[in-house]
């Protein structure tokens, strides 16, 4: 599809596992966000890629959180010794705008996951 | 201060009446402005984008932007039952990239 693409689409981790997300932006889109949303809450920005720059990770909530980029267009975000308070879902979008022109983000499915 | 605020309603309309939904911002720079609209289990998508002050409307849409106070709405004309979402307001920072939405207004639409 032409949209942006997320997998898995859930996620069930014991307390201590890594766990990796995957977001396919839309093609051409050279600006990707993470964001973490809990329920009944807005989405929480967690990082910023323009290109295979990661040009803001200020909103990632501790050093167990590593997003990558590396050929500018398919990203992963990846969670270490997962946690109880890591559960949410966690959405991808991706957006044509370049710096400077704040546009339209397109948004994923999403990947719901859910530490016991 | 969070940087987004919006009342978590919920807001209770009629069916056709008009829904108003409220936003304020604390980054005196920002640039964009945005309501994205996000049903249960979904994601969000948008609505209406905004950039100048006054008023913007598409369909029963009006979107308005006071830079000066800081503040942005959300008018919803003839309110059907379909539009029972939650709202969020996104505003695009100093720089213009990072984007930060508010925790989003409940709407309810009674038919």
């Known amino acids: 599809g032409a949209g942006v693409s997320q997998s898995p689409r859930y996620k069930v981790a014991k307390r201590g596992q890594d766990v990796a997300l995957r977001c396919d932006p839309i093609?051409?889109?050279?600006?990707l966000f993470w964001y973490q949303q809990a329920l009944g809450q807005g989405p929480e920005f967690l990082t910023y890629f323009q290109n295979e720059a990661q040009l803001d990770k200020s909103g990632l909530p501790s050093d167990r959180f590593f997003a990558e980029r590396p050929e500018g267009s398919v990203s992963t975000l990846k969670i270490q010794r997962t946690q109880q308070e890591d559960s949410a879902v966690y959405l991808c979008?991706?957006?044509?705008?370049?710096?400077?022109?704040?546009?339209?983000?397109?948004f994923g499915e999403g990947s719901r996951l859910t530490v016991l | 201060q969070k940087e987004v605020e919006q009342n978590s309603g919920p807001l209770s309309v009629p069916e056709g009446a008009i829904a108003s939904l409220n936003c304020t911002y604390s980054?005196?720079?920002?640039?964009?402005f945005f309501w994205y609209r996000q049903y249960s289990g979904k994601s969000p998508e948008l609505i209406m984008f905004?950039?100048?002050?006054g008023d913007k409307e598409d369909g029963r849409f009006t979107a308005q932007l006071n830079k000066a106070s800081q503040y942005v709405s959300l008018l919803i004309r003839d309110s059907q039952p379909s539009d029972s979402a939650t709202y969020l307001c996104a505003v695009t920072g100093t720089g213009g990239f990072k984007t930060i939405f508010g925790a989003g207004t409940r709407l309810f639409v009674k038919a």
């Open positions: 979008a991706s957006s044509l705008g370049w710096r400077g022109q704040g546009g339209e983000l397109f």
């Open positions: 980054d005196r720079g920002s640039q964009s």
């Open positions: 905004i950039y100048s002050n």
């Open positions: 093609s051409g889109h050279v600006s």
